[in-house]
């Protein structure tokens, strides 16, 4: 991403916006150098000045390559960071250019953050057939690595073969909530979804896009090139709302792709009307849609999955409620 | 009410009357402190990286045990506003 749209994106979206995430994704979002992030830091300070308040910056990377000055620049810059990590060598999915597993390296990556910052960094786990195949195993894993959040995150690429089915999804995300609620170590301090998914049933307020509705409302992706899209997970010209570079952030606002969008969240959520968990699961994510029927207005694909967590999830919550309110022991 | 409903509405009154200091198990015991906040009975907000702002992007993974406190939390429904 050229220095010029970085400042363009800055200028325009934080004059419009009270408050802005920068999520650093990629590809791999380090290829683009440290330089690259101490030049867009600087460009954040002359827009906000101090006003450190109303942005926040986050990296996701795969951890290879991660090292002590990569480290420290983080640290320094308060930049939250992701660890993107599916699992040992022997289930993860993620390889190098040279199709060799990864998992060591970002193994040792985890290590080294612990052991030179005390930073138990959040994973980002993408759950596939593979993985979801032992989820005893799963658990024990990332607990060993001794991460500080676990997000699990179902596969919803373009590899059909990859995607969780339905049954395995249900049995999958039931079990891994189970080991987490009822294991006494606190190390991983936050499991997602079920954080949010806990939340909602309790009516408070977090959430993430896809258990909140968040499509096309919440979140906007720019590309290199400057050009803006609906999120990360939707490109080519249908899915473009204009360039930051040359449009206003209005018209891309008003984009009639923003519109059409919105139109097939729309339609998606009323395939959910009457469902019973629908406060809480909020209809799923339009990328799991796509790339399961090839159009966004459509149900999500995992919704047997999110009716059963969300149940499950609800059901643990009373018992151990119960079992903990005064006099009912 | 259906079944659903029901069982948040028992969980939620339940959850209002559970001292956490009784609460030996840590994952609840949180959840319990984090409710009660919220409810304005004292405790502990749930802190910590994307939960902080409210709706984030999944994809995102980054977290800092304690570093975010859900009361400096900036998202607000004037964020909403500005995108639409
Ligand atoms: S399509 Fe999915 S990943 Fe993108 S904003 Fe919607 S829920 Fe989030
Ligand atoms: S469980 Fe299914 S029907 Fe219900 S809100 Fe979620 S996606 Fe929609």
Redesign the pocket.
């Known amino acids: 991403m050229a220095d010029d749209v970085v400042e363009a994106m800055i200028r325009k979206f934080g004059s419009h916006f009270p408050f802005l995430e920068y999520s650093w994704h990629g590809g791999e979002p380090t290829m683009a150098g440290i330089d690259f992030y101490r030049r867009a830091l600087a460009a954040q300070t002359a827009f906000y000045g101090d006003d450190t308040s109303r942005y926040r910056n986050n990296i996701q990377t795969n951890g290879i390559g991660f090292d002590d000055e990569w480290m420290d620049f983080v640290r320094a810059g308060k930049i939250a960071l992701g660890l993107s990590h599916d699992g040992p060598a022997s289930v993860g999915t993620r390889v190098s250019r040279s199709g060799k597993p990864i998992a060591d390296k970002v193994e040792g990556t985890i290590d080294r953050l612990i052991e030179r910052h005390d930073f138990h960094p959040g994973v980002l786990c993408v759950v596939t057939r593979a993985n979801a195949r032992d989820p005893d195993g799963l658990y024990s894993y990332f607990k060993a690595q001794r991460v500080g959040a676990l997000s699990l995150l179902p596969h919803l690429g373009a590899e059909p073969e990859l995607r969780l089915t339905p049954d395995l999804y249900g049995s999958f995300f039931t079990r891994m909530f189970d080991l987490w609620m009822d294991d006494p170590d606190g190390q991983i301090e936050r499991l997602g979804p079920f954080d949010h998914v806990m939340a909602k049933i309790l009516g408070l307020p977090r959430s993430i896009c896809s258990w909140d509705a968040g499509c096309f409302r919440d979140l906007l992706s720019i590309e290199p090139d400057g050009g803006v899209y609906l999120c990360s997970a939707f490109q080519g010209d249908d899915h473009r709302l204009g360039n930051i570079l040359t449009d206003s952030v209005a018209d891309i606002l008003d984009s009639p792709n923003l519109h059409a969008a919105r139109a097939a969240q729309e339609k998606a ?1 009323a ?2 009307e009457g ?4 406060d809480v ?4 994510c339009r990328e799991a849609s796509f790339f399961s029927f090839g159009e966004i207005g459509r ?2 694909p ?3 999955g ?2 059963i967590l ?1 149940k499950h999830v609800a059901g643990r919550l009373l018992d151990k409620a119960r079992h903990f309110s005064q006099g009912e022991v | 009410m259906d079944d659903f409903e029901t069982t948040k509405k028992q969980l939620q009154d339940l959850m209002d009357n559970i001292d956490p200091a009784t609460v030996d198990q840590v994952k609840f015991r949180r959840l319990v402190d984090a409710f009660r906040a919220s409810m304005g009975h004292g405790g502990t907000r749930l802190s910590g990286g994307e939960i902080a702002y409210g709706r984030s992007y999944e994809r995102s993974s980054g977290h800092e045990k304690g570093h975010d406190k859900a009361d400096d939390n900036p998202w607000s429904d004037s964020w909403s506003k500005a995108m639409a």
């Open positions: 959520l395939e959910c469902c019973d968990v629908l699961c909020s209809g799923g149900r999500d995992h919704c047997e999110r009716r969300v």
